[in-house]
């Protein structure tokens, strides 16, 4: 029989690419949304699959999950819904509590009563890596600088899915990803660097990079293709860890040289401003890959120039 699986934000840029991994795999997928900062367009090729369901609906609505829970029985939670943004958690932090505190605990306390086999977590390696030094990496067992609400909500939440796990006999995988790119994304936020960049470039538009004045080429950050992210959800499946697990390319790439290589690969000559730094950044965040390369049997098939020529090919075609 195949396994059912319940994808939350299964309508946005990384849970959409998940959803498609999950049907090529043979699993029957709920897919579950409220198109906050998702997109019908991004499921619609999914819609004539017998193995997928849309459901538009608030993770907050209890009942609502609740009965999707009793008449779907997940065997497999994998839950993307969240509020994304560093900058909205420090403006709002009310409202990152209620969706990234309060939906999950909503998923996990309708598994009470309707038990799974495993939960896929998704976390963030970028928002909780220590203060790095000299060449190191970020570690999974690294103390977090949790300097955003938005660090500290995605840190509680690995702590409550742990809790629950044991509680309720579950198995669970936590995902940390670095920084995600590639079809679907969406310009917003400190993640969507790379369209942000990809579309001012291509509109011939100025762009706006906040540095440190020690770091003149921007925050670093590790990015990380999304269909090798989808794989990785695939994996953590099949095979639930109970533990943390970064996924990342491993190399740390300053915002500056990612400008440049998106000019290079886009073939133009476009200008870009440099500003302040922004409150709640991480200054430095390269992630390593060890443990999801031993565990998981995971690691990065494309690189960043690979990951954007995609892009630019999809683009060309007016996928995107
Ligand atoms: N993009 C990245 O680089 C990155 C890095 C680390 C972690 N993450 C995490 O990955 C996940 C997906 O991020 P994304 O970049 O695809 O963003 P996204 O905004 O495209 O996806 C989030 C989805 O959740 C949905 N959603 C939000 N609140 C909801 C609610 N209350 N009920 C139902 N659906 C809701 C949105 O409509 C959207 O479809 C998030 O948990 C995010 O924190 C992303």
């Not at 043979?26 to 579950?32: A, P």
């Not at 997940?74 to 709002?92: C, F, G, M, R, W």
């Not at 995971?298 to 060309?316: C, D, F, I, R, Y």
């Amino acid at each position: 029989m195949k396994k059912r699986v319940l994808v939350t934000g299964g309508a946005g840029f990384i849970g959409s690419h998940v959803c498609e991994t999950y049907i090529a795999d043979g699993y029957d997928v709920l897919c579950v949304d409220n198109l906050s900062s998702g997109k019908r367009t991004n499921i619609s090729h999914l819609l004539d699959s017998e193995q997928f369901q849309f459901v538009e609906e608030d993770i907050n609505h209890h009942e609502a999950m609740a009965a999707l829970f009793a008449s779907f029985q997940p065997a497999i939670v994998n839950h993307h819904a969240a509020q994304k943004s560093v900058v909205t958690s420090l403006e709002d932090p009310l409202h990152d509590v209620d969706i990234n505190i309060k939906g999950l605990l909503v998923l996990l306390d309708c598994i009470k009563n309707n038990p799974i086999e495993a939960f896929v977590y998704v976390s963030s390696g970028g928002a909780l890596s220590k203060v790095i030094e000299g060449q190191e990496k970020s570690s999974e067992e690294d103390v977090p600088q949790l300097i955003s609400p938005y660090a500290i909500t995605k840190y509680a939440g690995e702590k409550y899915l742990a809790i629950y796990a044991k509680a309720y006999g579950f198995d669970y995988t936590v995902l940390r990803y670095a920084n995600v790119f590639g079809p679907r994304q969406i310009p917003d936020g400190e993640c969507g660097v790379v369209p942000i960049f990809v579309n001012n470039i291509v509109a011939n538009q100025t762009s706006v990079l906040m540095t440190y004045p020690d770091m003149p080429r921007g925050c670093t950050r590790d990015y990380v293709y999304v269909k090798d992210v989808a794989e990785a959800n695939r994996l953590a499946s099949i095979q639930p860890l109970n533990t943390v697990v970064n996924i990342g390319s491993g190399e740390e790439i300053a915002i500056l040289d990612i400008y440049d290589t998106i000019l290079a690969i886009f073939e133009k000559e476009v200008s870009i401003q440099i500003t302040g730094p922004r409150a709640g950044d991480v200054k430095r965040s390269v992630l390593s890959n060890a443990r999801a390369k031993a565990c998981l049997g995971w690691q990065p098939q494309v690189s960043l120039e690979a990951g954007l020529l995609a892009l630019k090919k999809e683009m060309t075609l007016g996928v995107v």
